[in-house]
Structures are given as structure tokens and as C-alpha cells.
């Protein structure tokens, strides 16, 4: 009996602002199939009863992560279903330890992992943080200009070595169009098995 080929797993980063939720529900808008996780799911939660600075902050966004990751990348029963992560993760010590939790949870649940760097022009991502839709989303999602730009000004996104992935640039392109490419790239793969 063949063996049934296991959904991928796509790990969106980029900035703040950058159109990672947008380009997820797009993705989702096409395949309604897809399970998309939004890293506010896996944010706000930690900050509705911690501080960001509460010695325990990372320790309990590293539990609920792993949760999530148990129920949507390693657990059986979520193996047929693409699963979409957003996140930001920049190229520092914790940054790269997230995102090889996500690498991790792929391996071992035997996925391909897809990695997707998203990037946009400074000003248009200074114009998107302070996006009325952004705001008024009941999220904690970053809206100070002046911090993005000092963020990008001094942080480098993680990029994963070892592992084809998708550089995005969606300044100019629509959220459909990069929702597209980035599902004719799972596709590709499926083709191939």
C-alpha cells in the first residue's frame, strides 16, 4: 500500500507589516482546506498575563508554541492538511532557536518544511503598520513607525540554511499573486513525490 504523502508545512517570516497574515488568509481564500496560524495566536495569549520582560515570558510562548506544533505539525491527524505559520524571527540567539522549533516539529513529523521570507520597500511597510485594518484588529501586532524603521534598521530576518525556500517580495504584488506562488510551490513538491 503506498504511502499517503503528508501535507507541508509553511513557515512564513517577515517584518512587521510586511503582509504575512494577509498573504496566509489569501492562501487560505484559495484552498480553504489550509490551516492557517497567525503568530498573534501564539503571541497574545503570553501577553494577556505576562509582561514581555517577566522572566517567564519566553519560557511559557515556548510551551504554547510546542502545543501548537503538537496538534497542527506532529500529531497524525493534522498530516493532510497544509499548515501556514506567520512569524518574525530575527537572526539572533532566540530567533533562530523559534524557528528550528518549527524545522523541528517538520522533521519529525516527517513534512517537507517551506520556508518563506517576506520582504517589502521600507516605505510601504511603514505605510502598512499604520493600516486602519492593522489597528483595529484587537491584536498586539506592532504599530509604531519609528520602532519598525529602527527595527530594520539594526535586525536581519532568520534565514534557514539547508532547505529550499521562497524569497518574497510583496511591495508591488498582490497577496493572491504571493498566496499563488507560494501554493504552486507546495504543489510542485506533491507533483514530484
Request: overall charge neutral.
Amino acid at each position: 500500500m503506498p504511502t499517503a504523502i503528508k501535507a507541508p508545512v509553511v513557515w512564513i517570516n517577515g517584518f512587521p507589516g510586511t503582509g504575512k497574515k494577509t498573504i496566509a488568509d489569501a492562501m487560505k481564500q484559495l484552498d480553504p482546506n489550509i490551516t492557517v496560524l497567525d503568530n498573534h495566536k501564539l503571541i497574545d495569549p503570553v501577553d494577556a498575563v505576562l509582561s514581555r520582560d517577566h522572566l517567564d515570558y519566553n519560557i511559557r510562548r515556548k510551551q504554547l508554541r510546542q502545543a501548537i506544533l503538537q496538534r497542527f505539525v506532529r500529531h497524525p491527524s493534522s498530516h493532510d492538511r497544509l499548515v501556514v505559520f506567520t512569524d518574525f524571527q530575527s537572526d539572533n540567539e532566540l530567533g533562530q532557536s523559534v524557528a528550528q522549533e518549527y524545522a523541528s516539529a517538520a522533521r519529525h513529523a516527517h513534512r517537507p518544511f517551506l520556508p518563506v521570507y517576506l520582504t517589502c520597500g521600507l516605505e510601504a511597510n511603514i505605510e502598512r503598520v499604520d493600516n486602519a485594518e492593522r489597528v483595529a484588529s484587537g491584536t498586539k501586532k506592532l504599530l509604531d513607525q519609528e520602532l519598525l524603521r529602527d527595527m530594520r534598521g539594526r535586525c536581519e530576518l532568520f534565514r534557514f540554511q539547508g532547505y529550499p525556500c521562497l524569497m518574497i517580495d510583496s511591495t508591488e504584488k498582490t497577496a493572491l499573486e504571493n498566496a499563488r506562488k507560494i501554493l504552486d510551490t507546495v504543489e510542485g513538491w506533491r507533483d514530484a513525490e
